[in-house]
């Protein structure tokens, strides 16, 4: 946005903690401000609230917010629109809207009265406004996903005919890691040359462990942590990724996988909700489905067509995602 717009970014953080490197983008801006971290939630609520008061205090003219996420910082974005007098816009994209998560009256009423205040709430996904019109009855008021960089997730030549899955998770327990490798070992039964390689941030060591039990150790990589700017090699050099998630508000690593493109094996989750074929291939999260999903992608390997599946991660090209935004200011600011 900042390709467009003076656009600064209030950050708050506990007295102590170090800055992170601030960004070089022209039009961007840092206000960073401290507050004395408390183990009393209610006196961190006070010290929160009287460090953005004093940092908008002392902001410049302000047209328009744009925050994301609904809870738990959802009154903080009603504090700057009481304070600023402006528009606000709400980005969602928090996994709180899963069924089987449990919310206690504080968040709901907290969540319910930010979108209240929002002028404009968006999700990013169509899957994820289902979760939340399931949860609370009410529909946001658009879907605008997130933006992918394609020229960054550009496809390149593949280094041979290996057979290589990629997943890319935090490994949590939504994600659902462990059918992935049981359904991977049914598949060296049939092609022992097959690998697997698996991304993350997170520590990875019960997987790997998981993996020795399983005995297929040899044929599964571990890598990360990665920076973002070097994930596309991943994409680039494997053949199909797989996801197994329970829940998903977007998955950016489906809209990357395409970028490079590769099919997608996953759960009917996020942006990989509704049937695409030739570009996906769903799963019931069973290691059984799982195994099933990756055999057809094996046997079928010919008729996917890369230039076909980047199409489809078109619609969230960055300034295909910039220009729904900016519609959306237009309205609310002119």
Known sequence: MSKEYQVTFLRLLPMGEKIPTPTTAVNFQYVTVFY????????????????????????????????????????????????????????????????????SKRMQWNIQKTMQKADVLIAVSSFLAQAIEKRLHVLPHQIIGNPVDLNAFSNIPKLDDTIRFLHISTMSAVKNVKPILEAFKQVLENYPKAQLTIVSDEDSTAIQQFAKQLGIQNSVVFAGPTEHSKMATYYQQASCFVLNSHFETFSIVVAEAWACGIPVISTPVGIACKPNEGALIHTDGTTKSIAQAMLQFIENKANFDSSYIRSKATPFASETIFNQLNKVYNRLIG
């Not at 609230?49 to 047209?63: E, R």
């Not at 402006?86 to 996994?95: F, G, I, Q, Y």
Request: proline share 3%.
């Open 36 to 103: 004395k971290h408390s183990r009393c939630s209610l006196l961190n609520y006070f010290a929160k609230k009287k460090a953005i008061q004093h940092a908008l205090k002392n902001l410049t003219k302000v047209d328009l917010i744009h925050a994301h996420v609904l809870h738990p910082n959802g009154w903080q974005f009603r504090l700057a629109k009481k304070m600023l007098k402006c528009p606000l816009v709400v980005t969602e994209h928090a996994s709180y809207f899963a069924t089987n998560f449990i919310w």
